[in-house]
């Protein structure tokens, strides 16, 4: 029973007002066919829709099986037209890109009736219409006739108690109208059947009641429901009615088939909405490569030319400076009125020497090791290197047997050992017979300024791993560098030969390791000197022949033996000797283990050509100083020079004229009867050996020294001296004269030419490192922002330490690359500016085109209402529908964008002139762009699809 009291309904428009119902009342039995007849705009639809429960009455009550309907909420409406009402509408209604079978299956799919069920009762339902073989056909492709059967299967399916038919025949022709009419008869057998027509004949003919309406009251009714009839109403109540809801899944379903059933349409919406997403992808491709190849030159750049610390440093940027401020006050030319100096020179010469600068590693490094220091938190992947330069020699024998020192500059042509007996070595330097060579071999020998012990030039310190790895070999190294025969050494006996890009390594090098003989070289460069035309062997040699070749690395502590006289004597120069200590225990064999060569695209090459060794070799060597003998016998005594038995730089006269006198009887007669002749030839006018470039004080001090010593010489016959008197002879003038030679002569001799060394000196000349005291360090930073950084942390630790401590470096990176920098700012920023811009105008675009499809599609929500779809229903239906458009958008905006890359890198090669720049789409960034699509439709979508859900489901079926 439904019971309508009272009821009225207006419509306001503006100011006016329409009364659609007025105090309408009328009871419908359970089962009867009623038919509502009125001349059009006398509320006939207005009537129906609330019975249906489409609209809201504005007073009176709707009671429906004596339940009043007044508090009832939006989902007890919808379960009440899901269950107990169908629809059938004048326009049938049907959603057009949805299959016959799809849209009977509509008010069972918003009930959530299972995919089976839903189908077998839905052709049930359209065989009952006589449609059982159009139910994959379109709605489009059906006569009228056939498409209002489709809709009274629909509104049947879910076997109402009432069935609401507003005009059913009205679009159809005579004929099809009875056939319609026939089925409403039909179906009116067992339910409710309220009709609305203007056909009175098909009303009488067919209805069994007929309620007339005429300006939104009723006029007459055939067949009133007494009043007994009627049971006492209650207030509402909600019934679970069964499930009139969709599950999530379901909407997604249903959605996706709304979309599958117009792909095109979808095709063409997700290919508009994926512009946006093409756009970002694109330029976000782009930066992507940009910035990847701006990384790696960074990268490149920072593992080339990484900050390193020096322990003795030129800071270019200090004589760049002057340099400039040199150059700049040059052209502030003076008036030429006159005569102006030009002090250019001198303040470069200044600048140099300012230039010049002494790091204390230690502290800092103390500093970089400090956990969480701001330095470390900017290191990159190659960290920081600290290096240490142990002291050893290296020899070998070429092939015809020659004792070759592998660092040939050492002991180049040095005549002061031959005479005295000793076996030259064979030395590869050429330029042995300079004035100079004396006084350095000198104050090499005796100050233990022993340049002697450094390693060999041709080796070098293979960069090891980070610190905490602890890999042998750094993989700067293995990455830029290729095993061309063997492999990388194992351990400290291990060496590889570093090769360039091309295979090759210096000549001089390759007599230096011995793989050429010695004699060749030595013939070549004199054939140099005089001039001849020279002949280069440049034959190729065999990877085998290198890595058979016996290398023996001499530690500088055993270099030196110890004398009769409780002294040290360094005998590294000394062919015999080395021979010896070649044989002994302490000489270490070295094993070329492989051959190495830098890539053909290596970035970086940090190894020269020569020998690689392992920060094993040196820390082995470092032990090894520490616990020799030298060392030990120099530590006991550390107020005497144990090489030479000088006390250590004196203070008083005597003890240097002690000191002056002790250093020439150490040495040999022919070195006795070489610092003779060197000193006649200081006399003044001639003092070649104090060089020109000698400041003012110190060349006076020397021409006084040499004036002194000038009279010895004059005295045991210059000439002689000069020409053909004999070494020995020369000697036994020297000490002869210097026996009674005054305290101020032995003291400008001890001046000149003596130096007691200093305990420290003659330690590391030993080869003693601290390991708190690196010769130089090397911070690697990955992008110039985080070298930035690092400066800025040294400036600070700078700032924050004590004057001598200070450190000072040359930031070659910087030189190079400041302006760079900023062009890779400015790059980074336009690029970044673009994504923006094109995020903004996509998600504008999405959110249009979803606005539009939804507005488009009103009808189709006044449906999915009619049918019992809740406003959330319709609006998750929406939302799965744009949010499978969104991920559409976003799957062919990465699909496009991956297809646009191929191209579009060819061009840019060709546009750039470099392949290294890769426009490339970051996987991460591809699903980010996805979820972006995605993200971006659904809010597009929101508002129309809430506005969609919104609508009143009556306005929204009366949408044409
Ligand atoms: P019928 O179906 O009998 O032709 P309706 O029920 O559709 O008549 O309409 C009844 C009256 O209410 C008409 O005068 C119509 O103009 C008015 N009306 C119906 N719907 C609206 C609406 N959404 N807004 C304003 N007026 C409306
Ligand atoms: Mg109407």
Known sequence: MLQIKDISKQYKTGDFVQRALDDVSLTLRDNEFVAILGPSGSGKTTLLNIIGGLDRYDQGDLVINGISTKQYKDRDWDSYRNHTVGFVFQSYNLIPHQSVLSN????????????????????????????????????????????????????????????????????????????????LREVAKDRLVVMVTHNPELAYEYANRIVEL????????????????????????????????????????????????????????????????????????????????????????????????????FDMNKILDTAQATADSKEHAKPRNGIYPDDSSIKGAASLTNGIASNNLSPFKQYLDKPGNEVRAHVGDVGIQYSYAPKFSVFTHDAKGTLVDVDGVKVGGSSVTTESGASTLAGLDSSSNDIGHFQSLQISKLTGKADNNKAPAAFAEIMPGRHPDKQPISSVIT??????????????????????????????????????????????????????????????????????????????????????????????????????????????????????????????TPLTPGIGYTRMLTDELIAHADSSQIVASQKADRTRNILNGMTFAPSDDSTKAANAKAYVASLSVSQQASMAKNIMTQTPGGMGAAGPSQPADVTAQRNSAAGAAGNPAAAANPQNAASGMGEQQTADAFNRYLATAPENVL???????????????????????????????????????????????????????????????????????????????????????????????????IGIITYISVLERTKEIGILRAMGASKRNVSTVFNAETGIIGLCAGLIGIAVTLLLIVPGNAVMHHFMGTNRVNAMLPVSGAIILIVLSVVLTLIGGLIPSRKAARQDPATALRTE
């Open 104 to 183: 009977v299956e509509l008010a069972l799919t918003i009930s959530g009736v299972s995919r089976v069920d839903r189908r077998r009762r839905a052709t049930e339902a359209l065989n009952k219409v006589g449609l059982g073989e159009h139910i994959n056909k379109k709605p489009n492709q059906l006569s009228g006739g056939q498409m209002q059967r489709v809709a009274i299967a629909r509104a049947l399916v879910n076997d109402p108690r009432i069935v609401l038919a507003d005009e059913p025949t009205g679009a159809l022709d005579s004929e099809t109208s009875v056939q319609i009419m026939d089925l």
């Open 214 to 313: 005429k300006d939104g009251v009723i006029r007459s009714d055939s067949r009133p429901v007494e009043r007994e009839e009627t049971g006492d109403e209650t207030a509402a109540m909600h019934r679970r009615m069964g499930k009139a809801s969709m599950s999530f899944a379901t909407s997604v379903a249903l959605s996706f088939n709304n979309l599958r059933s117009k792909k095109a349409r979808t095709i063409l919406t997700s290919f508009a909405g994926s512009i946006g997403i093409i756009g970002i992808a694109l330029i976000l491709s782009v930066s992507t490569g940009v910035n990847r190849y701006i990384t790696d030159i960074q990268k490149e750049t920072l593992t080339s030319y990484p900050i390193e610390i020096n322990e003795q440093t």
């Open 479 to 604: 990455d830029n560098y290729q095993v061309v025969k063997g492999h990388w050494p194992k351990s400290s006996d291990q060496v590889v030969l570093v090769l360039d890009k091309s295979n090759q390594i210096p000549l001089a090098q390759i007599y230096e390791l011995g793989l050429l003989p010695s004699a060749d070289y030595n013939d070549m460069m004199n054939r140099l000197q005089s001039g001849e035309k020279v002949k280069t062997n440049t034959d190729r040699i065999d990877y085998a022949k290198a890595m058979d070749q016996p290398l023996t690395l001499l530690p500088a502590a055993d270099q030196y033996v110890k004398d009769g006289d409780g002294r040290y004597r360094y005998v590294g120069d000394d062919a015999t000797e080395v021979g010896k200590l070649m044989d002994s225990p302490n000489a270490m064999k070295l094993h070329v283990v492989g051959v190495i060569r830098a890539n053909e695209d290596a970035k970086t």
């Open 747 to 845: 003291v400008s001799i001890y001046n000149q030419y003596v130096s007691t060394g200093t305990y420290d000196g003659n330690l590391a000349d030993f080869g003693v490192i601290g390991r708190d005291a690196p010769s130089s360090i090397k911070i690697y930073a990955d992008s110039f922002e985080a070298k930035n950084a690092i400066e800025d942390a040294i400036r600070k630790y700078n700032d924050g330490a004590k004057k001598k401590d200070r450190i000072v470096y040359t930031d070659y990176a910087g030189l190079m690359m400041n302006s760079v920098t900023t062009i890779i700012n400015v790059i980074t920023y336009v690029l970044s500016a673009f994504v923006g811009v094109s995020l903004v105008v996509s998600s504008i675009m």
